[in-house]
């Protein structure tokens, strides 16, 4: 994650490169697409190829930046090793729904 977050909103922007994991790459590809879904949901631009996420985010004011970049935070830490549980297609949608649910949480605080 790069970011820059100030009261200039046109300057403010995250960048977030997401690839790779333990697993073999079917199962990095579906835990790719569950990470990608997501982030294009909250507004991103996203470059998805194979296992490899690249998304940016720019020109919003600084609340909202935080917030996404304390979306990013959740991903990050709870897609750590789902790549090793993603056994089918149908993974990546429990999975999504799932985190969908406890970034919830987030917005609750």
Do not use: C, P
């Not at 995250?14 to 790459?25: H, S």
């Not at 490899?52 to 990013?72: C, K, N, T």
């Not at 090793?81 to 987030?106: C, H, P, W």
């Amino acid at each position: 994650v790069e970011a820059l977050v100030g009261e200039r909103e046109r300057e403010n922007y995250i960048a977030f490169n997401f690839k790779g994991g333990a697993a073999n790459l079917e199962r990095k590809i579906r835990r790719a697409r569950l990470v990608a879904d997501i982030v294009e949901e909250n507004g991103f631009r996203v470059d998805l190829k194979q296992d490899s996420v690249r998304a940016r985010l720019e020109g919003y004011g600084r609340g909202s930046m935080e917030s996404h970049l304390e979306i990013l935070g959740y991903l990050i830490f709870h897609t750590r090793q789902l790549d090793m549980v993603m056994t089918n297609d149908a993974s990546i949608e429990f999975y999504k729904e799932k985190t969908r649910e406890g970034m919830k949480q987030l917005s609750k605080r």
